[in-house]
């Protein structure tokens, strides 16, 4: 198998010599690019807190398959399954909820560094650096409302949770060696027609200036906006303008979520325009289908146009690239693996682009010819190179990983 795949990739090689594609210098980049997994896909965001509430906040995980992680242990095991299967070094983003509580019942705003020591440590003995998001949904005090609210006292609280939440981003930040994104979004909005959406904003406005007021060297802060959701479809607070604007004021990035759109607007296009104006953005890597934001996200235009902006525009540095999804309707782990692998198959894909001929047409006014080359540079043999990336990290190549998830599903998952 092995020497197929290599025989395939020198194939490649030389196919894509032709076009002045050096495949060598792709793999290398590729091999930089971390993914920051979402501990979420796990367990269907439940996290461990264990006050048996169920999942708020306009979002919602569909379907009952079995196996799904049950403590912090399940999580961590998992996740190393899901990281055994993508080439690469990874990140991993925690939530606030997923605290080594110890079984201790702890408020959001009673979190602390210590809760999450030992996933710092479980981090840095796997080789995996962390990101992290504060949590306001699914809390007897989000309802609705939480840093937007027209009561301090619960703006306060959120207010507080979300402070510790970044001061947990800078201990993870500071002891493993490398910033931590630290992302901010709120489900602040409501079912029917708002008439004071400025008050909402203006609250929402003053709760993150006092947040951010606490200045964290080792965290890189992000704010992430959204069209609507499940149940709050006629405002949210936290849209794409406030927080782009409000991004750009204060120096800090946005989040574009690729199923926080509307169903034909495409993040793609947004990235050469934020990072004009902002240091760099957060990116959440996911598949809107009608009304859902958090499909799998597989190899489709959309994730294959976003890749290609980020490394025509350069912008590979600035871009931190993280997945959500989160479906409970297949095997969890498999879940990962397709989407983390789509999305290396993208940006593979995007370093792969005959860019500088590309460049030629354009710049010649040759459209004909651009367009008849993006086409073509959509069949040319990439997945080649994939597998050989794959072999050369120890890790299964094309479908052999199907098994591997089958045999862990049978050894592990219908155990619990
Ligand atoms: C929700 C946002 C948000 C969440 C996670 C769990 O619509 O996309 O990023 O999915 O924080
Ligand atoms: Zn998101």
Same mark, same amino acid.
């Given at each position: 198998m092995?020497e197929k795949?290599?025989k395939?990739?020198?194939?490649a090689v030389e196919?894509?010599a032709?076009f002045?594609v050096d =495949?060598?210098?792709?793999?290398?980049t590729?091999q930089?690019i971390?993914?920051? @997994?979402?501990?979420?896909?796990?367990d269907? =965001?439940a996290?461990?807190?264990n006050?048996?509430?169920a999942l708020?906040?306009g979002?919602?995980?569909?379907?009952?398959y079995p196996g799904?992680?049950?403590?912090?242990?399940e =999580?961590?095991?998992?996740i190393e399954?899901?990281v055994?299967?993508?080439?690469g070094?990874h990140r991993?983003?925690?939530?606030?909820?997923?605290g080594? %509580?110890?079984?201790?019942k702890?408020?959001?705003d009673q979190? &602390?560094?210590?809760?999450?020591?030992?996933?710092?440590?479980w981090?840095k003995?796997?080789?995996?650096?962390?990101?992290?998001?504060?949590?306001? %949904?699914?809390?007897p005090?989000s309802?609705?409302?939480? +840093?937007?609210?027209?009561d301090?006292?619960?703006? #306060?609280?959120?207010i507080e949770h979300?402070?510790?939440s $970044?001061?947990?981003?800078?201990?993870?930040?500071?002891?493993l060696?490398?910033?931590?994104c630290?992302?901010?979004w709120v489900?602040?909005?409501?079912k029917?027609i708002?008439?004071?959406?400025y008050l909402?904003?203006?609250?929402?406005k003053?709760?993150?200036?006092?947040?951010?007021?606490?200045?964290l060297p080792?965290?890189?802060d992000?704010?992430?906006?959204? @069209?609507f959701?499940?149940?709050l479809?006629s405002f949210?607070?936290g849209?794409?303008?406030f927080?782009?604007?409000y991004a750009v004021q204060?120096?800090?990035m946005?989040t574009l #979520?690729?199923?926080h759109?509307?169903p034909t607007?495409?993040?793609y296009?947004k990235i050469s325009?934020l990072l004009?104006?902002?240091?760099?953005i957060?990116?959440?890597?996911s598949?809107p289908?009608?009304?859902d934001?958090d499909?799998?996200?597989?190899?489709?235009?959309?994730v294959?146009m976003l890749?290609q902006?980020?490394?025509?525009?350069?912008a590979l540095?600035r871009t931190?690239i993280?997945?959500?999804? %989160? #479906?409970?309707s297949i095997n969890?782990?498999g879940?990962?693996?397709i989407?983390?692998?789509?999305?290396?198959k993208?940006? +593979?894909q995007?370093l792969? &682009?005959?860019?500088d001929q590309? $460049?030629?047409?354009?710049a010649?006014?040759?459209?004909?010819e651009? +367009?008849?080359?993006l086409e073509?540079?959509?069949?040319?043999?990439?997945?080649a190179v994939?597998?050989?990336?794959?072999?050369?990290?120890n890790i @299964?190549?094309s &479908?052999q990983?199907?098994s591997?998830?089958e045999?862990?599903?049978?050894?592990v +998952?219908?155990k619990r």
């Amino acid at each position: 198998m092995e020497e197929k795949v290599k025989k395939n990739y020198e194939a490649a090689v030389e196919r894509y010599a032709g076009f002045g594609v050096d =495949v060598e210098k792709a793999l290398d980049t590729l091999q930089q690019i971390p993914l920051s @997994l979402h501990c979420w896909q796990t367990d269907d =965001v439940a996290g461990f807190e264990n006050t048996g509430g169920a999942l708020t906040g306009g979002i919602q995980a569909t379907g009952n398959y079995p196996g799904k992680a049950r403590n912090i242990a399940e =999580v961590r095991t998992d996740i190393e399954k899901t990281v055994s299967l993508i080439p690469g070094k990874h990140r991993l983003s925690l939530h606030a909820i997923y605290g080594d %509580f110890g079984g201790q019942k702890v408020d959001r705003d009673q979190i &602390e560094p210590r809760h999450f020591q030992s996933w710092i440590d479980w981090a840095k003995e796997k080789g995996l650096k962390l990101d992290f998001n504060s949590t306001s %949904f699914s809390h007897p005090k989000s309802g609705d409302m939480t +840093l937007a609210h027209r009561d301090k006292g619960i703006r #306060d609280f959120w207010i507080e949770h979300t402070i510790r939440s $970044r001061r947990i981003a800078e201990e993870m930040g500071k002891q493993l060696g490398a910033k931590a994104c630290h992302n901010l979004w709120v489900h602040d909005g409501a079912k029917d027609i708002t008439v004071d959406r400025y008050l909402y904003r203006k609250n929402l406005k003053d709760s993150l200036d006092k947040i951010f007021a606490v200045k964290l060297p080792n965290v890189k802060d992000a704010v992430e906006c959204k @069209l609507f959701g499940t149940g709050l479809e006629s405002f949210t607070a936290g849209s794409h303008e406030f927080y782009m604007g409000y991004a750009v004021q204060n120096g800090i990035m946005a989040t574009l #979520d690729m199923g926080h759109f509307h169903p034909t607007e495409e993040i793609y296009d947004k990235i050469s325009a934020l990072l004009l104006f902002m240091p760099e953005i957060l990116l959440h890597v996911s598949r809107p289908v009608r009304w859902d934001s958090d499909h799998v996200v597989i190899l489709n235009d959309s994730v294959l146009m976003l890749a290609q902006e980020i490394v025509r525009a350069n912008a590979l540095s600035r871009t931190n690239i993280g997945l959500d999804y %989160f #479906d409970a309707s297949i095997n969890r782990i498999g879940a990962y693996v397709i989407g983390s692998r789509a999305t290396q198959k993208a940006l +593979l894909q995007a370093l792969l &682009e005959p860019i500088d001929q590309l $460049r030629r047409y354009e710049a010649n006014g040759q459209y004909f010819e651009r +367009l008849a080359l993006l086409e073509e540079a959509k069949s040319l043999p990439w997945s080649a190179v994939y597998d050989y990336f794959c072999v050369k990290n120890n890790i @299964l190549p094309s &479908e052999q990983y199907i098994s591997e998830i089958e045999r862990y599903e049978k050894d592990v +998952l219908s155990k619990r």
